[in-house]
């Protein structure tokens, strides 16, 4: 109605003169393409809506069948299990491609059933009092919710299947580390995740992109939301002293730590091999201009991915210093994606730059003051580094968007 | 492909597996030996999903010194085999090996926690018994502390040294109708 209305208003401009029909017809485009715009930011709440409805949803029925499941017959459970999972993507399909017609509401149902697949290994497990020492459960929740991401191209369960997977991963990892043994249990978690999130950041990264410029495309973006946090977290981990301090004072010999840093390295190693394959794949492509991908985004990830064998190298050869290079490491990485947001634009980089560079100044001024003050000191001191921290940044990033509005005019 | 045969195709692979872990676990419980078990509850332990209540088995914590043949090289995260061998009232292990024996009952385990002193703890993946939300938990008394009954966990056992528990008897009789009698109107 109110685009009626404009149109009848823009007629009645051109027609007493004010309008020239070459500025009506401008004016008419730039409305169209901004109420557009806002069109697809209502679509995108909807469909932000209707993923946690279905979130909801999947625990209101889990709960339900709970309540009732101890009095049920084992031939009524299965059957419950597997036909409540047909049942959700059958209506997932049908909504979103035959008859299909709404989308948003398909995805939603496909979404809760495969966050139902996992309350149906949960349930079988019950029903036949099934145990693992490893979460082979949330692994295969993942691995096997992924042709489902692959034929529904929804970014909203590829985000469900992402959360499983690093899930899982950590979970395995933890359970692979505790195996180890004891001797280095506190540092060997450390070494372990501190070295498995990089390493799972560069995977992650090269499968970017790998979906650049393909029908997975609209993969690209979730995937590389997640990794600078968690190519961040591994050197964070890693740059406290304290846990190091032993090897200061009583030194470390390669024959009394070979056998347990070995496994340590394990999972990250399972992570950076295939990450750094098909980075090196997806680099050779761009260069020999092969490449659909528009993104050529590779620097990124290599850079990524020199930190975490840098840090893998520095844990193996000289354990003593680690924390030294992952300070270094956080520093230039809140120096260097400052300088890449304000190059590109991309206020969301120079925000996440900042966070780093405040994360590890605060992670810092704890470890080293804390034994040395007085806790309320500490607290006082803090308190005011933090609030002249934060005036400081807030000033400087005005300074910084006024920059990157002027640069985009 | 057609749009439909894509989404078919892509939901085999998650109900092939359950489909494939239920398969399983009833030909294990219609084919396999009943094997009984002792129930040793040593470790407290929280319900992470669903209640389902701890029987760490005896068989669980091995001396390897003991039951493995000299030479055994078994670390943490190896497959080991326990050959077990019947018993009033319980079975019993007899021996542990890296390698599958080629006959009598075994279990297939994973060596978790190893050690060349003491007792061993191997993982056979039957230390969970699932009970009603409202059920009673037979290993422990009301106050909470370890209650003195007799557990014994009746697993079916495969040729393959696959298992799966299928009752809990507390004091020879089986969990249902103790729990029963505990709610029974007295």
Request: net charge positive; aromatic share 10%.
């Amino acid at each position: 109605m109110a685009r009626r209305r404009i149109a009848e208003v823009l007629a009645d401009l051109e027609r007493d003169g004010t309008l020239a029909p070459e500025q009506r017809r401008v004016v008419e485009e730039r409305l169209e393409a901004a109420l557009d715009a806002r069109a697809g930011a209502s679509s995108r709440f909807i469909a932000i809506l209707m993923t946690l409805g279905s979130v909801l949803v999947a625990a209101g029925i889990l709960y339900l069948l709970a309540y009732h499941w101890t009095d049920l017959a084992k031939g009524t459970k299965l059957a419950i299990v597997f036909g409540t999972l047909a049942a959700l993507h059958g209506a997932g399909f049908a909504l979103a491609v035959k008859p299909g017609g709404r989308a948003n509401l398909g995805i939603a149902f496909t979404l809760m059933g495969v966050l139902a697949f996992g309350a149906a290994i949960g349930l079988v497990a019950q029903i036949y009092n099934l145990h693992a020492h490893y979460p082979w459960a949330v692994c295969a929740w993942w691995l096997l919710s992924v042709p489902i991401l692959l034929v529904t191209r929804s970014r909203a369960v590829l985000v469900t299947v992402l959360a499983l997977f690093l899930l899982w991963a950590g979970w395995h990892a933890g359970v692979w580390i505790e195996g180890l043994g004891s001797h280095m249990y506190e540092r060997g978690l450390l070494a372990g995740f501190g070295l498995l999130a990089p390493g799972i950041a560069v995977f992650l990264a090269a499968l970017a992109q790998a979906c650049a410029g393909t029908r997975l495309a609209s993969f690209s973006g979730p995937l590389r939301g997640a990794v600078r946090p968690l190519a961040v977290l591994g050197p964070f981990l890693l740059a406290f002293r304290e846990p190091w301090k032993t090897y200061e004072q009583h030194g470390f010999s390669w024959e009394s730590r070979t056998d347990i840093a070995a496994g340590h390295f394990l999972p990250f190693a399972l992570a950076i091999v295939p990450g750094l394959l098909l980075l090196g794949w997806e680099t050779l492509r761009d260069r020999s201009g092969r490449s659909s991908s528009s993104d050529r985004g590779v620097v990124e990830p290599w850079i990524v991915a020199g930190g975490a064998l840098f840090l893998a190298a520095s844990l193996w050869v000289e354990p003593r210093s680690l924390f030294v290079g992952a300070n270094a490491l956080l520093l230039a990485a809140g120096i260097g994606w400052s300088w890449l947001g304000v190059r590109t634009g991309s206020a969301a980089t120079v925000y996440f730059a900042v966070f780093v560079f405040v994360a590890t100044v605060v992670a810092r001024y704890f470890e080293y003051l804390w034994d040395k003050l007085e806790g309320a000191f500490a607290f006082l001191s803090v308190g005011a580094l933090l609030v002249a921290a934060g005036f400081l940044l807030d000033n400087r990033r005005r300074a910084l968007k006024a920059r990157l509005a002027q640069g985009r005019a | 492909m057609k749009i439909a045969i894509q989404y078919l195709l892509a939901l085999v692979p998650p109900f092939a597996a359950l489909g494939w872990i239920v398969a399983r676990e009833e030909w294990t419980r219609s084919h396999g030996v009943e094997v009984r078990l002792e129930v040793r509850a040593y470790d407290p332990m929280d319900a992470l999903s669903g209640r389902y209540m701890a029987v760490p088995l005896a068989i669980s914590r091995l001396s390897l010194s003991e039951l493995a043949p000299p030479g055994t090289d078994i670390r943490n995260g190896d497959d080991v085999f326990v050959a077990l061998r019947p018993g009033d009232p319980f079975w019993t292990a007899v021996s542990v090996s890296k390698v599958e024996p080629g006959e009598g009952v075994f279990l297939r385990g994973l060596a978790t926690w190893v050690q060349s002193v003491g007792a061993s703890t191997i993982d056979f993946g039957l230390d969970r018994f699932y009970i009603p939300d409202q059920g009673g938990d037979p290993s422990r008394r009301d106050d909470g502390f370890l209650a003195d009954r007799r557990l014994t966990a009746v697993v079916r056992v495969t040729d393959t040294g696959r298992a799966s528990i299928v009752d809990v008897l507390v004091d020879g009789e089986p969990y249902a109708s103790w729990n029963a009698k505990r709610h029974a109107p007295r």
